[in-house]
T-cell receptor, first 114, second 111 residues
């Protein structure tokens, strides 16, 4: 069974540009989460989808970030326009209905804004 | 709100040394506690977990005991290997809630 897949694995963009990150969850997982780790600090929650609906987006830092999950399958996280402080590692995780706690994480996308 | 604190890294040990990575938490409820590990170039992997007080999670020679009285979940391993070099994250989760992670501790094991 394929795990959670994220791409690109690395992205280097200039301040003011747009970047779109993609996450493919484990097939059949309704729950999809985005997290990020900035500057070697703790991993922080961004938002949670249940199927195509945003269950909780309380961690989204500002309106430059837009997450979508059309059709309830893969998800994208767009940053527009990117700022220097957006640099970090963005993780995606998915969880099935029967998994009470465990979220399965992808390898992350390392974003560098210069 | 909930929070997790873990010891600052990096931690550098020789092979076969004893490892302890301290983790303490603050939570309003009765969360489950986790250790996740990220090996170089890979995603976060669940290492072990404990869902209630006094539970001990164990995996791959690593252990951690859920101590409610000290609000701690310290990670231990009796004899580390070079292959254990990674970043270790302590985390907590209330049922149905999102994860709260600590800042991570980088472990380097030298041959």
């Amino acid at each position: 069974e394929a795990g959670v897949t994220q791409f690109p694995s690395h992205s280097v963009i200039e301040k003011g540009q747009t970047v779109t990150l993609r996450c493919d969850p484990i097939s059949g997982h309704d729950n999809l989460y985005w997290y990020r780790r900035v500057m070697g600090k703790e991993i922080k929650f961004l938002l949670h989808f249940v199927k195509e609906s945003k269950q909780d987006e309380s961690g989204m830092p500002n309106n430059r970030f837009l997450a979508e999950r059309t059709g309830g399958t893969y998800s994208t996280l767009k940053v527009q326009p990117a700022e220097l402080e957006d640099s970090g590692v963005y993780f995606c995780a998915s969880k099935g209905i029967g998994d009470s706690y465990e979220q399965y994480f992808g390898s992350g996308t390392r974003l560098t804004v210069t | 709100g909930n929070s997790v604190t873990q010891m600052e890294g990096p931690v550098t040990l020789s092979e076969e040394a004893f490892l302890t990575i301290n983790c303490t938490y603050t939570a309003t409820g009765y969360p489950s506690l986790f250790w996740y590990v990220q090996y170089p170039g890979e995603g976060l992997q669940l290492l072990l977990k404990a869902t209630k007080a006094d539970d001990k999670g164990s995996n791959k020679g690593f252990e951690a005991t859920y101590r409610k009285e000290t609000t701690s979940f310290h990670l231990e391993k009796g004899s580390v290997q070079v292959s254990d070099s990674a970043v270790y994250f302590c985390a907590l989760s209330d049922p149905g809630q999102n994860f709260v992670f600590g800042p991570g501790t980088r472990l380097s094991v030298l041959p």
